[in-house]
């Protein structure tokens, strides 16, 4: 079984907050879009059997064409949602470190786990993606995931069993593809790669 998981296409700047996800939530923007239709190409002899997104508009809008040309629908999971930053979504780095000095520097020292000011830490995703993932394993279907960048880089550091604090090592392009292969024999993830990025 192989799980492909993608970061979402470039979204559209500007002030977009969704109240219920606790987070901005912009649609694609115009380069978004062409990014998300290379796809499209990348996928045409992979046999997927389903595509399933986080419940966000540019992850939705990133599916949208793979889906079309594979004729599967884009199923949401809150599961692939990204971390809850909590009520600093909205602040600024110098606004953050004035107001959570200690959140701040535990944050950027990538030593240990912090929760987010009413938010999650990255255990809680990690607990999401075990969720995900042990189901994934029990359809043993090929999936493409559209999620976001810390979601994908904790999602790394489950899978090769490093500290989640340590996810700043890796970084994920808009678009970018990560392939994983379980496998049964063994009860083990092999890394294929990590953010290939279409040009």
Same mark, same amino acid.
């Given at each position: 079984m192989k799980v492909y998981i993608v970061r979402h296409g470039d979204n559209e700047s500007g002030e977009y907050f969704n109240t219920v996800l606790n987070h901005q939530d912009p649609p694609l923007s115009n380069d978004g879009i062409r990014k998300a239709k290379k796809l499209v190409d990348y996928f045409e002899e992979k046999f997927i059997k389903?595509?399933?997104?986080?419940?966000?508009?540019?992850?939705?809008?990133?599916?949208? =064409? &793979?889906? #079309?040309?594979?004729? $599967?629908?884009?199923?949401?999971?809150?599961? $692939?949602? +990204?971390?809850?930053?909590?009520? @600093?979504?909205?602040?600024?780095?110098?606004?953050? /470190?004035?107001?959570?000095?200690? =959140? =701040? /520097?535990?944050? =950027?020292?990538?030593?240990?786990?912090?929760?987010?000011?009413?938010?999650?830490?990255?255990?809680?995703?990690?607990?999401?993606?075990?969720? &995900? $993932?042990?189901?994934?394993?029990?359809? #043993? +279907?090929?999936?493409?995931? @559209?999620?976001?960048?810390?979601?994908?880089?904790?999602?790394?550091?489950? $899978?090769?069993?490093?500290?989640?604090? /340590?996810r700043n090592l890796f970084h994920v392009d808009l678009c970018g593809i990560s392939e994983f292969e379980y496998k049964q024999n063994n009860n083990s993830w092999k890394v294929i790669r990590i953010n290939e990025v279409l040009v």
């Amino acid at each position: 079984m192989k799980v492909y998981i993608v970061r979402h296409g470039d979204n559209e700047s500007g002030e977009y907050f969704n109240t219920v996800l606790n987070h901005q939530d912009p649609p694609l923007s115009n380069d978004g879009i062409r990014k998300a239709k290379k796809l499209v190409d990348y996928f045409e002899e992979k046999f997927i059997k389903k595509i399933i997104v986080s419940e966000y508009i540019r992850t939705q809008e990133t599916a949208k =064409f &793979l889906a #079309n040309k594979k004729k $599967l629908p884009v199923l949401k999971d809150k599961r $692939l949602n +990204e971390i809850d930053n909590g009520i @600093i979504e909205t602040m600024c780095d110098d606004e953050i /470190k004035k107001n959570y000095p200690e =959140f =701040f /520097k535990d944050f =950027f020292s990538y030593s240990k786990d912090v929760r987010f000011p009413n938010g999650e830490n990255s255990e809680e995703v990690r607990i999401r993606q075990k969720s &995900l $993932l042990d189901e994934l394993i029990e359809r #043993n +279907e090929d999936v493409v995931l @559209i999620s976001h960048e810390g979601y994908i880089r904790l999602l790394i550091c489950h $899978l090769i069993n490093l500290p989640l604090y /340590k996810r700043n090592l890796f970084h994920v392009d808009l678009c970018g593809i990560s392939e994983f292969e379980y496998k049964q024999n063994n009860n083990s993830w092999k890394v294929i790669r990590i953010n290939e990025v279409l040009v």
